[in-house]
């Protein structure tokens, strides 16, 4: 792959990290929970953080080693087994994890696709790191449904 097409894959995955990172802001002006609130945060600032690192792998010829190790993580198929639910000014806390999921989920997606389109090397290992990041976000967000959705009872 010609290095100007790899460079307009990584510009079209950092115009998705920004996408990603204003979606993400403007759900905070739908959100009134302080901890859902605090959770959409953390994962804007993670998109925020995606971008950051795509314009320094884009113009110094980044370092891959610079993500995390996807890891073990854990394959809750939330996303897979439920609709996403419309965005709202009405939406439970379920829902906005629920949303966020699947947004995640399309981001794994997207990096394990580019992934697949180079040969063995430097950008396709940062591309498959990318997809364990977002694959890592979606199992946070399945997480915090799952633990709304089925609260813990006293009885177990």
Known sequence: MTERRILGLIDTAIQREEAAYRFYTDL????????????????????????????????????????????????????????????????????????????????HQFYLALAQLHPEGETRRMLEQMAGEELRHKEKMEYLYTNTAFPQTDGG
């Open 28 to 107: 905070l002006g739908l959100v009134a929970d302080p901890s859902v609130k605090d959770t959409v945060q953390w994962i804007a600032q993670e998109e925020r953080k995606h971008k950051t690192f795509l314009v320094q792998y884009r113009d110094r010829g980044g370092d891959a080693e610079a993500l995390r190790d996807a890891g073990d993580v854990v394959y809750y198929k939330i996303s897979e087994y439920l609709e996403e639910p419309d965005v709202s000014a009405d939406m439970t806390r379920q829902d906005i994890f629920l949303v966020a999921s699947h947004r995640e989920a399309r981001s």
